[in-house]
């Protein structure tokens, strides 16, 4: 754990629970550095959002903007989640301001302690836009006591924390279409009825207009490249620099949310080139796991997708990838034990991929559980001691494309295993 996530443990209550009212009295003790803030893009939804954000953020500095931007969770440290005019927070200002924060923090948890340190930091650094990530579902996350956003952005919404958010679609899009506010416009990525019906009515109650994915504007991979469309005009751009089919709608989303910004047409294509986003079908080629991979003339991927609408995509690009050029498939999946395990596995249970299960610190399942969760959906299946055992299993075995998923936090350890492959 890197020093600066391993103070906030100690320091501050590490539960969840969702609620405003800390935050406010937070904020107000810190000088409501929420209201003075660039322009704040407000970012929800359940999977895209961190890609959506690095998107809008590449298309906003290749137009020459300074542009911070608060995603979690981090992989490998702390200063991951809070950037500045472009550039991670320093150790040294990161623990200057979390000092004022302890200060009159009271029982404000992690995320709270965190959210505030952000728009603290971002409050005294002069920027032209901030982009600002929910944490979890919308309406009482700690980032919505952002009162007046420039612009609201929702990407998918599926199921996902189902301890906090239930169960239910339509409630689950409700509680993402907290960050629409009044008279701010949303820009809304595809989405499944129930989800959309669920937006719609939240946006009338505070009369937020939106643009819909597939109604107002919409996206298509063309010659290999992407094609955009709108009601006003039609831009011919290069792919997104992200890999997997779902980025293209993640990027016709990003770039709606330009638009709407005003952003130029040169900016938008250079920002798509441009875009980098850690652990989303990263392709892994240096570090002792890429080196490894290299050696046995092997594919390594890493994505961090936790949930079954993330696996679908994952499993969608394998079979992309594998019609082009086959390759003998493994997978090496570490989750979370609060995760949808079974969800996962049936979305690649016709990859026909051998599967290693692995632990890693935290609350992760149990791997042999794992395992056979995989086994359960027609998966042959073997619990590992370790990503580094299981890795040198999958190439012993001739694997010649490996993809270790299934958690951000299993991600952070593999990205975390040399300076190489930190996030910058």
Not at 285 to 306: F, N, Q, T
């Amino acid at each position: 754990m890197d020093p600066i996530s391993a103070r906030l443990r100690a320091r501050h209550p590490q539960r969840i629970d969702l609620s405003l009212d800390r935050m406010r009295a937070l904020c107000a003790a810190l000088g409501d550095p929420q209201h003075r803030l660039p322009p704040v893009v407000h970012v929800a939804g359940t999977n895209g959002k961190g890609s959506t954000v690095a998107m809008i953020r590449a298309i906003a500095e290749a137009a020459g903007l300074r542009v911070h931007a608060y995603t979690s969770p981090h992989l490998v440290r702390f200063n991951e989640r809070i950037r500045l005019a472009g550039k991670l927070i320093e150790d040294q200002a990161l623990n200057a301001i979390l000092d004022r924060i302890e200060a009159v923090s009271g029982e404000a948890t992690v995320f709270e302690s965190t959210t505030a340190a952000a728009f603290l930091a971002m409050s005294e650094t002069p920027a032209d836009l901030a982009i600002i990530e929910v944490g979890l579902g919308g309406v009482l996350d700690a980032t919505n006591v952002i009162e007046r956003p420039l612009l609201s952005v929702i990407a998918p919404v599926d199921y996902d924390h189902a301890e906090f958010l239930g169960t239910d679609l339509a409630g689950i899009a409700t509680e993402k279409a907290g960050v629409l506010k009044p008279g701010a416009p949303g820009v809304i990525a595809r989405q499944q009825e129930d989800a959309m019906a669920a937006i719609e009515r939240a946006a009338q109650a505070v009369r937020a207009p939106l643009a819909v994915m597939g109604v107002d504007f919409d996206a298509w991979a063309e010659r290999g490249g992407l094609a955009f469309q709108d009601q006003e005009r039609f831009l011919d751009l290069p792919a997104p620099g992200l890999a997997g089919a779902h980025q293209i709608d993640n990027a016709g989303v990003a770039i709606a949310a330009a638009l709407e910004l005003d952003l130029p047409e040169a900016a938008i294509a250079e920002g798509l080139k441009s875009v980098r986003w850690p652990a989303r079908l990263q392709r892994i080629s240096s570090g002792p796991y890429g080196e490894a991979a290299r050696a046995a003339e092997a594919e390594l991927w890493l994505d961090g997708g936790h949930n079954p609408h993330a696996a679908k995509a994952l499993a969608a690009f394998l079979a992309e990838r594998q019609a082009r050029a086959p390759r003998p498939l493994a997978l090496i999946c570490g989750m979370l034990a609060n995760k949808d395990a079974g969800g996962f596995f049936a979305a690649l249970k016709d990859s026909h991929a051998t599967i290693f299960t692995v632990g890693f610190d935290g609350a992760a399942a149990d791997p042999a559980a794992l395992a056979a969760v995989a086994r359960g959906h027609g998966l042959a299946a073997t619990p590992a001691g370790s990503v580094d055992e299981a890795l040198r299993l999958a190439l012993r075995l001739g694997a010649g494309r490996v993809a270790i998923c299934g958690s951000l936090y299993l991600a952070g350890e593999v990205l975390g295993a040399s300076e190489e492959t930190w996030p910058v």
